[in-house]
């Protein structure tokens, strides 16, 4: 079977549809995708809102409770505990489909109705109110997408970790601060893409290093700076002399930083234990082909942010134990065959076009429901009448050219800024609204000025700050500084941030890996590699032999 070339209908890009494609797709017998790997990710993640929470009420209750969902969407959204009650009965709202419609009308209709619960989290979950898309956390503020982690602010996708702040993809960790693809480090800050690290700075591409600033590409080095050995007393007099890690330097630390890591080779992706795969932060993976954040995966393509996932194509954001899945967002934990879904977790099985739905099993078209069975709009039906009618809605798709193709856009929930595509695929206003895309604006009560600055030292900040409302130096939002983050800057001796948590996070997205793939060759023997760096980028790009022979 030989690869075809389609071009996107979004943006109008070539991209190859190759043989193992073909073959995954006549196994679900759905037909070839119109959009390219690239559109078809910003489709997904436009259905996930992560970071983004508000304060409304309960609609049960009449309770205050923290929630992804803005008090103007048009669903009533309850508490979690309401939510799994036996009282609430999702299959009451439930709606017979319209044939004289599409069928994207007909799920707004029922999705407009059905209520939703507050936040994302799996219990336990301990003095972690404002916390989203996450399990087992305690006393851990504004963290997303995260596990099993205690003390930590301000990050996202941080596993198993303990007193951290502003990281992003950072697992089995201690005390990090700004720091991105980083896993089993301590008391690292400023850094990116290392593993075993401690007592370190502005590193790259480092393993087992402690000791170190402005690094990258060593292993097991101790008193390095920029990439020369020192004396212990020697690297303590280099530190010594760069003073206090305040705002006042930290653009200049940033760009010393940036202009050694164009000195030295890049490798042309991160990853180890693989055989077979393409993309970048791949680990103990086989077969997996244009994939990013993988780990324990085997037969995968177009997939990002799934731990132990088998034959799935274009899936993104946790996955966990799944297989057989194709253009989903937010499923996983023990989920198989589901198709064009968002959220469809704890069990769930050959589930389609279903929004929200827990431990279900044979659902189509469905919005939040929970542990139900041959359900169609939310409606209940025998095994024989579920198989007729979905045939009769796939067949209706077919004719609409809806069948095949996730959910679009326009579709979401959410404003565009508000979901994870604005990450990886930012538009303006103007940019999101000309497509059709729902924007989230911002509330003017959280933008009052205010005349305080804290100290350029965090050893001249005393707790009163806590007190102050503070504005962004960037956006001009407010935000405050809690006892505990306090503490935290004072324990690593880093000065109090003056852009606020959300600049802050598109920052660090902003210098993070792009999840794109670039044919290139490299710069050192010629070979041709596809990479995150496209051959028009600066970095010096080695292939993996290159960049072995290198790399202290």
């Known amino acids: 079977m030989p690869t075809c070339k389609s071009y996107c209908k979004n ?73 799994w009650a036996d009282a609430h009965d999702p299959l009451k709202y439930g709606i017979d489909f319209d044939f004289s419609k599409t069928f994207i009308e007909n799920f707004n209709v029922l999705q407009a109705k059905v209520p939703r619960f507050s936040v994302q ?9 404002y916390v989203n898309c996450a399990s087992n956390c305690k006393n851990c503020y504004l963290i997303f997408d995260s596990d099993y982690c205690e003390d930590s602010y301000y990050s996202n996708v941080l596993k198993k970790s303990k007193d951290c702040c502003d990281c992003s993809f950072t697992s089995l960790s201690e005390l990090c601060y700004e720091s991105v693809h980083c896993k089993s480090c301590y008391n690292l800050k400023y850094s990116q893409n290392c593993t075993d690290c ?27 700076f920029l990439n020369k050995k020192y004396s212990k007393e020697e690297y303590e007099k280099k530190i010594s002399d760069l003073g206090d890690l305040n705002y006042l330097k930290l653009d200049g630390y940033n760009q010393r930083f940036r202009d050694l890591l164009l000195k030295h080779p890049r490798r042309y992706m991160h990853g180890n234990q693989n055989e077979n795969v393409t993309g970048n932060h791949i680990y103990h993976t086989r077969n997996a082909f244009n994939c990013f954040n993988l780990e324990d995966c085997w037969d995968m393509a177009y ?20 297989e057989l899945v194709y253009e989903s967002v937010s499923t996983g934990l023990n989920s198989q065959r589901c198709f064009f879904t968002f959220n469809a977790v704890i069990g769930s099985s050959d589930i389609a076009y279903c929004s929200m ?48 193709e996730f959910m679009p856009i326009s579709a979401s929930p959410f404003g565009y800024n508000e979901t994870v595509a604005q990450d990886y695929f930012p538009l303006t206003k103007d940019e999101a609204i000309k497509k059709g895309y729902k924007w989230k604006d911002p509330d003017k009560k959280e933008y009052q000025k205010t005349n305080f600055i804290p ?24 935000y405050k500084i809690t006892p505990h983050e306090l503490q935290f800057y004072k324990k690593v001796s880093v000065s109090i941030p003056l852009k606020c948590p959300d600049c802050r996070h598109f920052a660090r997205m902003s210098t993070k890996e792009s999840r794109k793939l670039f044919k290139r060759n490299c710069s050192k ?13 600066l970095e010096i790009v080695y292939c993996e032999k290159c960049y072995l022979e290198v790399i202290n």
């Open 11 to 83: 943006c109008a890009a070539e991209f190859e549809i190759t043989p193992r494609d073909s073959e995954f797709y006549s196994k679900i017998q759905v037909p070839s995708p119109t959009l390219c790997p690239s559109c078809r990710l910003q489709r997904r993640l436009a259905w996930r809102n992560e970071r983004n929470l508000y304060k409304r009420k309960c609609e049960i209750t009449g309770k205050y409770i923290i929630s992804n969902y803005s008090i103007d969407k048009p669903f009533p959204v309850i508490d979690k505990d309401s939510w």
């Open 121 to 129: 989290q799996q219990e336990p979950m301990i003095n972690s109110e």
């Open 198 to 224: 401690s007592d370190s700075m502005f590193l790259d591409s480092c393993v087992g290093c402690s000791n170190c600033a402005f690094c990258t590409n060593l292993h097991s080095a101790k008193y390095y």
């Open 303 to 322: 997939c990002d942010l799934i731990f132990r996932g088998k034959d799935c194509w274009d899936l993104s954001s946790f996955g966990e134990n799944v």
């Open 357 to 404: 739905v827990y431990s279900c099993k044979n659902c189509f078209g469905c919005v939040g429901i929970k542990k139900n069975n041959y359900c169609i709009f939310n409606k209940q039906y025998s095994e024989e009448e579920y198989k007729k009618l979905r045939e009769k809605i796939i067949n209706h798709m077919k004719e609409t050219g809806e069948w095949g």
């Open 455 to 478: 100290p350029d030292s965090v050893k001249f900040v005393d707790k009163s700050i806590c007190n102050q409302l503070l504005s962004c130096i960037k956006c001009g939002k407010n």
């Open 525 to 537: 023997c010629g070979t041709e590699i596809q990479s995150i760096y496209s051959k028009d980028q």
